[in-house]
């Protein structure tokens, strides 16, 4: 009856003997230390291909939440604490224009770009210069549904408008108008933010919100030449609440002011309503290229 043997005890049969089976021995332990490390490479190649597939389902499962259940965002009071951000005092833009004043010009008068230019604004409150931080937070409310950091640059843009009523500077408003955004863009970024930022400013100022304006779809609004974004102004429309500005004094309230051609077709249109003064409060303003890198004159200390 044959015995059975293992493959060791295989190699130390037959007519090897002595030297030979020494280095027989030699080659086979040689050759399971090569088998051993084969084993474990291809065990670390697999456990690495394995956390490469887990950190791209974590991404991807990341994306998908980010996209089906909204930004994740951090406190807006922590972000604007952490930059030691203040909103401008009431000296430090133009009035009719909202730009940044250099030493010798006067917020009531007029800057250097509007001095001697109609302006269809009574008057312009802001935050700041459209320069960081306010430049990645306004966009971020609106483009990331950062609806707390819109609460509060609001409630930022409603201490600014009475603080200017207190000096003088502008009238009380009667009513609140935010500029419109339209329904399939507020659907998709699942925020409506200069509606956010108005309520906050009405409720500083104790006026109601008057959704006075509406808009039609028409594309974004970045770049461009002014001529094209003049155009564009021209997709805005009162609604059948307009009625209600008759002789009121309306604070339109927008996120950002560039070119003011927007908020110049939007005031037209909210005279032609009825309003007896439009005034703009905006979390910030596009300064021209000229007076972008000078220095803002004055920032609210604590
Ligand atoms: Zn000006």
Not at 50 to 74: C, I, K, S, Y
Request: some cysteine; proline content about 5%; glycine content about 10%.
């Amino acid at each position: 009856m044959e015995r059975f043997e293992g493959p060791g005890s295989r190699q130390g049969s037959g007519s090897m003997r002595g030297s030979d089976n020494a280095s027989s021995r030699r080659e086979s332990s040689t050759g399971a230390h090569v088998r051993v490390s084969l084993r474990e490479l291809g065990r670390a190649f697999r456990e690495r291909r394995r956390a490469e597939r887990a950190r791209r389902a974590a991404n991807l499962l990341r994306g998908l939440e980010a996209d089906l259940f909204g930004h994740r965002m951090p406190s807006a009071a922590a972000v604007v604490a952490a930059a030691a951000w203040r909103r401008d005092s009431c000296d430090a833009w133009c009035l009719r224009c909202g730009g940044t004043l250099v030493a010798c010009e006067r917020a009531s008068v007029g800057c250097g770009e509007c001095r001697g230019a109609a302006v269809e604004l009574d008057a312009v409150v802001r935050l700041g210069r459209y320069a960081p931080p306010l430049s990645q937070w306004v966009p971020a409310v609106k483009t990331r549904a950062w609806r707390d950091m819109g609460v509060l640059l609001g409630q930022e843009l409603g201490a600014a408008v009475l603080e200017a009523h207190a000096l003088g500077l502008i009238p009380p408003p009667d009513a609140v108008v935010p500029v419109p955004v339209h329904w399939l863009r507020r659907l998709a970024r699942g925020i409506d933010h200069t509606r956010v930022v108005a309520e906050e400013v009405a409720r500083a100022c104790g006026a109601p919100v008057v959704g006075a304006l509406r808009v039609r779809m028409a594309p974004r609004q970045t770049g461009g030449r002014r001529r094209d974004r003049v155009s564009r102004a021209a997709r805005f429309a009162a609604t059948r609440d307009a009625p209600r500005l008759l002789g009121a004094s309306v604070l339109l309230v927008d996120d950002v002011r560039t070119s003011g051609a927007t908020s110049a077709a939007l005031a037209t249109i909210l005279r032609a309503a009825g309003a007896r003064r439009v005034s703009l409060a905006t979390c910030a303003v596009t300064d021209r290229p000229r007076r972008a890198s000078l220095p803002v004159r004055g920032q609210r200390p604590d």
